[in-house]
C-alpha cells in the first residue's frame, strides 16, 4: 500500500503549536489505497514532544538530545522515512483541506516527475487567511528550469517549504543542506536539475504568522547572502559536471 511519510523537525518550543499541525494531518482525505505516517524528529538536548505525538495514531517521535539545528534534524527524520513519497511540514505550519490529495494525485497523473512544490495561504494570528499570487507560472517544471530562474532573478519560483518529492529522490541529492539559512532551497535546486516536478495552482498548505517565527528573527537575513551563494554554486557544479 502506498505511504507517503510527512516529516516535521520540531523543538521544545514548538509545543504549544504541533497539536494543530497534527490536527491538520489527521484531517486530510488521502486518494484510495494511500496511507500516512507523520515523522516528528525533536532537535534539542531537553526533549518534550513526545506527549503530543502520542495524541496522533500515525505519529512517530524520536527525540536528538542534542542541538543539531534544522536541516541535520529534517535529514535524520528522512532516514525513518518508509514512504514512496516524503513531504516535509513545519512545525509552525499546517496542511490546508485536501493539501496531501492534491499532491499525490499530481505524482500519479506524471509518473516521471520526481517533486511537487504546492502553493500557500498565510495564516493570520486571527484565524484569517490571506492568499498571495504564486511567484511563478505553475504547472508542469522540466528539469533544469527552476534552476534557470534562480540564476536569473537570484530567489527561488515558489516558496520551498511546501515541497513534496520521491523518497529515493530526496536521498540521492543527499537531503536538506547544511546551511544556516536557505537549507530547503539547496535542496530544491538540487532536485529540480536532475528531475522535472510541477507547481500546483492550488494552495495545499498553510504559512502561519506568528510572533515566533525563525524568519522574524533580527539577524535572519544577515547570512542569507552566503547561503545564497552556495546554492548558486551547487547549481553551476551540477551543470559544469
Known amino acids: 500500500m502506498p505511504l507517503v511519510s510527512v516529516l ?5 518550543g514548538r509545543a504549544p503549536l504541533l497539536p ?13 489505497g494511500w496511507e500516512l ?28 538530545r542534542a542541538q543539531m539545528g534544522v536541516a541535520s534534524t529534517r535529514n535524520l527524520a528522512l532516514s ?17 483541506p485536501g493539501g496531501l490529495a ?3 494525485m499530481a505524482f500519479e497523473r506524471d509518473p516521471d516527475i520526481g517533486w511537487v512544490a504546492g502553493q500557500a495561504d498565510n495564516l493570520m494570528p486571527d484565524g484569517g487567511r490571506v492568499s498571495f ?26 516558496h520551498p517549504a511546501g515541497l513534496t518529492l520521491r523518497t529515493d529522490l530526496a536521498r540521492a541529492v543527499g537531503g536538506w543542506a547544511a546551511l544556516p ?10 532536485a529540480a536539475e536532475v528531475a522535472a516536478g510541477y507547481h500546483t495552482p492550488e494552495v495545499t498548505w498553510l504559512y502561519r504568522q506568528h510572533p515566533g517565527q525563525m524568519t522574524r528573527a533580527d539577524d ?9 551563494t552556495v546554492i548558486r554554486q551547487r547549481i553551476e557544479s551540477m551543470r559544469a559536471l
Not at 8 to 12: E, S
Not at 20 to 32: D, I, K, N, R, Y
Request: with cysteine.
Open 102 to 104: 492534491t499532491v499525490i
Open 220 to 228: 535572519w537575513p544577515d547570512l542569507d547572502p552566503a547561503c545564497w
Open 181 to 190: 539559512r536557505a537549507e530547503d532551497m539547496a535542496l530544491v535546486v538540487a
Open 133 to 158: 499570487e504564486p511567484i511563478s507560472p505553475t504547472g508542469r517544471v522540466e528539469a533544469g528550469a527552476v534552476n534557470d530562474y534562480v540564476l536569473e532573478h537570484g530567489r527561488g519560483p515558489f
Open 20 to 32: 494543530a499541525t497534527g490536527e491538520s494531518l489527521a484531517a486530510q482525505v488521502l486518494p484510495a
Open 80 to 96: 525513518r522515512a518508509r514512504g514512496d513519497l516524503v513531504h516535509v511540514l513545519d512545525s509552525d505550519d499546517l496542511m490546508a
Open 8 to 12: 516535521t523537525a520540531a523543538h521544545a
Open 37 to 64: 505516517e507523520w515523522i516528528i524528529e525533536e532537535d534539542g538536548p531537553e526533549p518534550v514532544l513526545a506527549q503530543v505525538a502520542a495524541g496522533f495514531p500515525q505519529a512517530s517521535h524520536r527525540a536528538l
